[in-house]
């Protein structure tokens, strides 16, 4: 898929859930060219994944929430922060995933955060959020009923949008 189409795509997905986001199609692309210290899954794999872009986007959207512009280094010199929006995303992205009954992508994405509790860039605060929504990713797989951590989550608006 074309990265402007799977922009769009997710856009409407996003949008259509009540969830607000501001990033432009530009800081999408940037957000793809920008250096990381972990493996990168292949960008057509991932924008053929509509629940995927979403998550890209929600993330990219927490990132400019925190202050940072989207950089070639944004990544790499802030991973903590990076973290911590990846765990917002995820959690919207599997809030989606059981909106659409998803299951399938439930089960992979939680074999994904055990790799992502495991790295020693996670900072250790995060540890036991990422754990919780794993755990309740997987208790969802078992009852087909997906409830937020602690809260629904909710995208703040930039002040600037």
């Known amino acids: 898929m074309d990265i402007n189409k799977a922009f ?16 432009s199609a530009k800081e999408f692309r940037m957000w793809f060219e920008a250096d990381t210290p972990w493996p990168d899954m292949p960008l057509g794999t991932l924008l053929s994944r509509p629940l995927l ?5 929600v993330e990219i959207n ?3 929430n925190m202050g940072l512009r989207i950089t070639r280094n944004v990544i790499v010199d802030n991973p903590g922060k990076v973290y911590e929006a990846h765990l917002k995303a995820f959690e919207v992205e599997l809030l989606l ?3 659409q009954g998803d299951w399938f992508h439930i089960s992979q994405r939680i074999r994904d955060a055990q790799n992502w509790i495991e790295d020693p860039l996670l900072p250790p605060s995060l540890k036991p959020k990422f754990q ?3 755990k309740e990713a997987q208790r969802a797989l078992r009852t087909k009923h997906l409830v937020p951590c602690k809260r629904l989550y909710r995208i703040h608006r930039r002040k600037d949008a």
């Open 62 to 64: 927490e990132i400019k």
């Open 53 to 57: 872009v979403a998550h890209e986007l």
């Open 97 to 99: 995933a059981k909106r």
């Open 8 to 23: 769009s795509h997710a856009k409407v997905m996003l949008k259509s859930q009540g969830i607000p986001f501001v990033v």
């Open 132 to 134: 919780a929504i794993r």
